[in-house]
């Protein structure tokens, strides 16, 4: 007798969307079924999201196919209008049971109106060695280029103790590194009683799991890591010395323009101070080239940024007008322009990289063995290459021994 047929879940855009396609995964159980779980941080990304609408009805052509997460909460009808499409569901609604049992093709509800989130269902991370935890959801700031607030609603907060008990269950099921997610994960806090920080929820996730190996942070906004997050990224070793800033741009004008809250020195004067505390940790950034009214002048401060702050973990987005957003009425960069100039920061931010990568060679370090068993991710995010296969899950104590362009390659330690 046939097997019935397994769903999917197909994730795009961020580790929040990972983290909530678990428990997507857990809630659709034993139905013939494709999710897509969208992305609408730019206009490529709801294109990919249309192509793999496209692609999973052509691959599961009895499949039930539903459309959910940022781009399909901005614009339902224009998914819900895809002939591919069986049904959509929003950002606000797909978390809960009801909702994947309701006959409705359309259930989105109002974001605006979400006060609470809470820690997702799922019991485990199957598909991934690391597990991905939502402590945070939603923005209440409202930068000109941004569309996501749309999609998330606004910022709320999982309370503290909810949180440590899914990460001890997370531990408990065999996961050594967890990643603390959230749209704007550095506003955690001040919706809950006593309005903790993320410093706070950090400290009490250590001191309550012990167990926990690796601690992970998502993205993070420079201008509020206070004194108490600082210290746990520079000191506790069971946080990984890799820190991912939402820089966005390197000029003041063009900061100023996008309402971000941090100038270029500060940008500047964190990671100096970071990588002094913690000269091993290693620097994420997102950077935008072609932000509307962008000159030479502001494209070359954002270029030198990437040499200014040792960015090794660049995601270089040409700027994407997003309708209904302040940018998108600005004057505009020529398409041209944007993309060329989103190339020389790519070629700028991957030479950074590979001067990186070639000062690791020779140095040991701890490697967390990811699917299928050849690779994994060490501790500041160099990807790994192993030389012979071991078991997904593991951390091994690894030497570098070369570099294979994006990646490193390296032996196990003998034990």
Same mark, same amino acid.
């Given at each position: 007798?046939?097997?019935?047929?397994?769903?999917?879940?197909?994730?795009?855009?961020?580790?929040?969307?990972?983290?909530?396609?678990?428990?997507?995964?857990?809630?659709?159980?034993? %139905?013939?079924?494709?999710?897509?779980?969208?992305?609408?941080?730019?206009?490529?990304?709801?294109?990919?999201?249309?192509?793999?609408?496209?692609?999973?009805?052509?691959?599961?052509?009895?499949?039930?196919?539903?459309?959910?997460?940022?781009?399909?909460?901005?614009?339902?009808?224009?998914?819900?209008?895809?002939?591919?499409?069986? %049904?959509?569901?929003?950002?606000?609604?797909?978390?809960?049971?009801?909702?994947?049992?309701?006959?409705?093709?359309?259930?989105?509800?109002?974001?605006?109106?979400?006060?609470?989130?809470?820690?997702?269902?799922?019991?485990?991370?199957?598909?991934?060695? %690391?597990?991905?935890?939502?402590?945070?959801?939603?923005?209440?700031?409202?930068?000109?280029?941004?569309?996501?607030?749309?999609?998330?609603?606004?910022?709320?907060?999982?309370?503290?103790?909810?949180?440590?008990?899914?990460?001890?269950?997370?531990?408990?099921?065999?996961?050594?590194?967890?990643?603390?997610?959230?749209?704007?994960?550095?506003?955690?806090?001040?919706?809950?009683?006593? *309005?903790?920080?993320?410093?706070?929820?950090?400290?009490?996730?250590?001191?309550?799991?012990?167990?926990?190996?690796?601690?992970?942070?998502?993205?993070?906004?420079?201008?509020?890591?206070?004194?108490?997050?600082?210290?746990?990224?520079?000191?506790?070793?069971?946080?990984?010395?890799?820190?991912?800033?939402?820089?966005?741009?390197?000029?003041?004008?063009?900061?100023?323009?996008?309402?971000?809250?941090?100038?270029?020195?500060?940008?500047?004067?964190?990671?100096?101070?970071?990588?002094?505390?913690?000269?091993?940790? *290693?620097?994420?950034?997102?950077?935008?080239?072609?932000?509307?009214?962008?000159?030479?002048?502001?494209?070359?401060?954002?270029?030198?940024?990437? *040499?200014?702050?040792?960015?090794?973990?660049?995601?270089?987005?040409?700027?994407?007008?997003?309708?209904?957003?302040?940018?998108?009425?600005?004057?505009?960069?020529?398409?041209?322009?944007?993309?060329?100039?989103?190339?020389?920061?790519?070629?700028?931010?991957?030479?950074? %990289?590979?001067?990186?990568?070639?000062?690791?060679?020779?140095?040991?370090?701890?490697?967390?063995?990811?699917?299928?068993?050849?690779?994994?991710?060490?501790?500041?995010?160099?990807?790994?290459?192993?030389?012979?296969?071991?078991?997904?899950?593991?951390?091994?104590?690894?030497?570098?021994?070369?570099?294979?362009?994006?990646?490193?390659?390296?032996?196990?330690?003998?034990?």
């Amino acid at each position: 007798m046939p097997s019935a047929p397994l769903p999917e879940v197909v994730s795009l855009g961020c580790r929040l969307n990972i983290a909530e396609s678990e428990t997507i995964r857990a809630l659709v159980a034993g %139905r013939d079924m494709v999710v897509v779980n969208s992305c609408a941080v730019t206009n490529a990304a709801v294109k990919a999201t249309r192509v793999a609408i496209r692609r999973a009805r052509r691959d599961r052509p009895d499949a039930q196919i539903v459309v959910t997460g940022c781009a399909a909460q901005i614009d339902p009808g224009a998914f819900a209008a895809m002939p591919e499409v069986d %049904r959509v569901i929003g950002n606000a609604d797909k978390l809960s049971a009801a909702a994947w049992d309701m006959p409705a093709p359309v259930v989105v509800s109002d974001i605006m109106q979400v006060r609470e989130t809470a820690p997702h269902l799922a019991a485990s991370f199957s598909t991934h060695a %690391r597990a991905f935890v939502e402590v945070q959801n939603g923005c209440d700031h409202r930068c000109t280029f941004c569309a996501i607030p749309f999609g998330r609603g606004p910022s709320r907060s999982v309370p503290a103790g909810a949180v440590v008990d899914r990460v001890a269950g997370l531990v408990d099921a065999g996961h050594r590194e967890i990643v603390l997610t959230g749209v704007d994960l550095t506003s955690y806090g001040p919706d809950l009683p006593g *309005a903790p920080t993320l410093g706070l929820l950090v400290e009490r996730i250590l001191h309550a799991v012990p167990r926990l190996e690796r601690l992970r942070l998502s993205s993070l906004d420079g201008i509020e890591i206070d004194d108490r997050l600082f210290a746990l990224l520079t000191t506790e070793p069971r946080i990984m010395p890799h820190v991912h800033l939402s820089l966005q741009a390197g000029d003041d004008m063009v900061l100023k323009r996008m309402k971000r809250r941090h100038s270029r020195a500060e940008s500047v004067a964190l990671v100096q101070r970071l990588k002094t505390a913690r000269p091993d940790i *290693a620097i994420g950034a997102d950077l935008i080239a072609g932000f509307p009214t962008e000159d030479e002048a502001m494209f070359q401060n954002t270029h030198a940024l990437i *040499a200014d702050c040792d960015i090794v973990h660049s995601h270089i987005f040409p700027y994407s007008p997003r309708a209904g957003t302040p940018a998108a009425r600005m004057p505009q960069v020529e398409p041209e322009i944007r993309r060329r100039r989103g190339a020389i920061l790519r070629e700028t931010g991957q030479a950074v %990289r590979a001067a990186w990568l070639q000062t690791l060679v020779g140095t040991t370090q701890h490697l967390l063995v990811e699917r299928p068993g050849d690779r994994g991710h060490v501790g500041n995010f160099a990807e790994v290459l192993l030389d012979a296969p071991a078991a997904p899950g593991d951390i091994l104590r690894i030497t570098i021994t070369g570099v294979l362009g994006e990646r490193l390659s390296a032996t196990r330690e003998s034990l």
